[in-house]
């Protein structure tokens, strides 16, 4: 029997959640980190939606966040014009490397040694995190404000997207730009799959995949709405979309068709990611929470039980739950 | 009629006291190592007194804030700020003061909070009686 999705609210945050991020799967599970424009980004269990922490000490609403693959540090953009980085573990602040202006996209690479950040004052910066007292390496090129920044090709080449329409890539040792994919609208979210080396690129009402590599196209498929984020399953049987109808849309990747679209945000989508196993994702909204969808509705994972009709009723379910699917905050 | 999915439990927000990251849980102990770094095995003896030197530490900065209750305290703060005021409470992590009469150069605000990392530094004065 079908069975209908039922999200589940992380709530916590007190204004719109703007960027979202898992890290890979850890021997502790994996977790997700979320931007807010109250400046207050928040850790939790990436399989449960637990709050675990929240890493305070920003002085303005946090635009980007991230994790590294053991999901030991988290690194945070912000409009206190600084790019802070947090031990993951513990909660503290282990850096705060100032900007001359908004800071919107920080990254880390793979062995969680250099941090890549980009922002409003149009600047690409690498740190090196084993010398926080050293000026990082900047390179100019973008006419405006940097949206993403995000390292690539096992951290030889750098993507970036930006508001003056383009996404550039990088060569790291040089710093040049080796290739510029133009735009007619502004780039909404860029995702980087690095197992196939995917782009994701969001922009007006379309979804478009890239070779990350050469960026040449793979395929588009328009949506229904504005879009401000898409996500691709890390197998690739699906994209998911979220945007300015409150609504996420799930498409099959290969079809292009669109399987399923939900409701339950009370404002925009910003942010929707994936989980690293696939089994879920998650979406950020201007409402303030966070939502949890199934990819497979029905199935057992994290908080989701499959129940059969029959044990609805019986006497052992007490501790199961027949819930809405909009469930206040 | 689609049966909704049942959940477990909804997920678990902020406790609203504290800022999180529980050093009782698994990966906060596996991951958390003392400051005494171990390079062969672990020396009982040295932890043991480092974790001395933090409680005594530690017991005297509280004993400190509580000292500090109802006294002028003079707070050194970023942008060349340096006001004082009369030290009420401390939050549990530390991240927040609460104050009485702030003298601030738009007057003296009757109750204030004070963010912590604001502050670079401060000072009162101990009764010599005590």
Redesign the interface.
Known sequence: MAMRQTPLTCSGHTRPVVDLAFSRITPYGYFLISACKDGKPMLRQGDTGDWIGTFLGHKGAVWGATLNNEATKAATAAADFTAKVWDAVTGDEILSLAHKHIVKSVNFTQDSNYLLTGGHDKVLRIYDLSKPEAEPQETSGHTSAIKKALWCNNDKQILTAADDKTVRLWDRSSMEVVKTLPFDASVSSMEYIPDGEVLVISYGKTVAFYNALSLELIKMVDVPASVHSASLHPEKDFFVVGGDDFKLYKYDYNTKEELESYKGHFGPVHCVRFSPDGELYASGSEDGTLRLWQTAVGKTYGLWKCVLPEELVSENSDALYSTAPEIKA | M??????????????GTS?????S????Q???TPTISASGPVDCVDLRSEQRARSFLRERYLRSLIAMVKRNVKFTMYEKVKVDAVFAGSDI?I?NFQVEDLETPLGVQKEALIRC?DVISYSFEIDSSL
């Open positions: 689609k049966t909704p999915v049942c959940v477990l439990r909804l997920p678990r927000g902020p406790d800022r999180g990251f529980d050093p849980s698994a990966r906060y596996a991951l958390c992590d991240l990392p």
